[in-house]
């Protein structure tokens, strides 16, 4: 990954924009389904459910991945009213060192 980060989008939602530093690495991760619904929701302990989409945009070399937020944005508890400083448990997504093989 070159560049990770997260937002709202809008109250109930956030999304994550994970960046690749160059063509061939995007299309192993993308190819290799590495970042899905199920590996997202592992990541941040959620149910595959509230995972909402996970979109390649290949022009970009950007996975966008859009989950449901535990709580609304601004609601009392709620941690991060931004979304900006969500995208940790994205860091231990295990990415292939090619396809059909796991980075160790």
């Known amino acids: 990954m070159t560049s990770l980060s997260s937002k709202n989008a809008g109250n109930f939602h956030i999304t994550y924009d994970i960046g690749f530093p160059d063509e061939a ?19 941040f302990g959620m149910a595959e459910k509230d995972v909402v989409s996970v979109i390649a945009f290949d022009p970009g070399w950007v996975i966008k991945v859009n989950v449901r937020r535990q ?9 991060d009213v931004f979304g900006a400083q969500q995208y940790a448990p994205l860091l231990d997504l295990e990415i292939p060192d090619q396809l059909g093989a796991p980075a160790r």
Request: hydrophobic share 30%; charged share 30%; glycine share 10%.
């Open 71 to 79: 709580r609304a944005s601004g609601d009392p508890g709620e941690t």
């Open 25 to 43: 690495t995007y299309l192993r991760v993308r190819d290799g389904h590495a970042v899905d619904a199920r590996s997202v929701a592992s990541a």
